[in-house]
């Protein structure tokens, strides 16, 4: 009976020690996995790191070309304004040019 118990002890440590191994096995799997996992967040974080610097640099473009476009307008806006009140007969615009000889008809 005490060989049976002795044989039974030996398999169950060596079971044991199977069961160790392949948890080790299965850790050093697990950690592979997590370091490859971490250098991808890596990589990952740096590209969206160069796509957002990217965006800022391409918001900023159309932010000024939007600027110049709408100095352009208010200058033309300020051209049109010039010239209408120029061209239209204002009393200024009458006061500055010589005012029209009265013109008579005759009847014969």
């Not at 948890?23 to 590209?47: C, G, Y």
């Not at 806006?77 to 007969?89: H, K, N, P």
């Amino acid at each position: 009976m005490a060989l049976f118990k002795d044989e039974t002890l030996h398999k169950k440590i060596d079971d044991l020690a199977n069961v160790n191994i392949t948890v080790s096995q299965m850790l050093a799997v697990h950690e592979e996995r997590i370091t490859k996992q971490e250098e991808i967040d890596t990589v990952l974080f740096t590209k969206i790191d160069q796509l957002r610097d990217k965006m800022d640099l391409d918001h900023n473009s159309v932010l000024s070309r939007i600027h110049g476009l709408e100095k352009t307008v208010w200058i033309a806006v300020g051209c049109v304004a010039v010239i209408t009140f120029l061209v239209a007969e204002t009393p200024f615009i009458s006061t500055l040019t010589n005012p029209p000889a009265a013109v008579t008809i005759e009847n014969k």
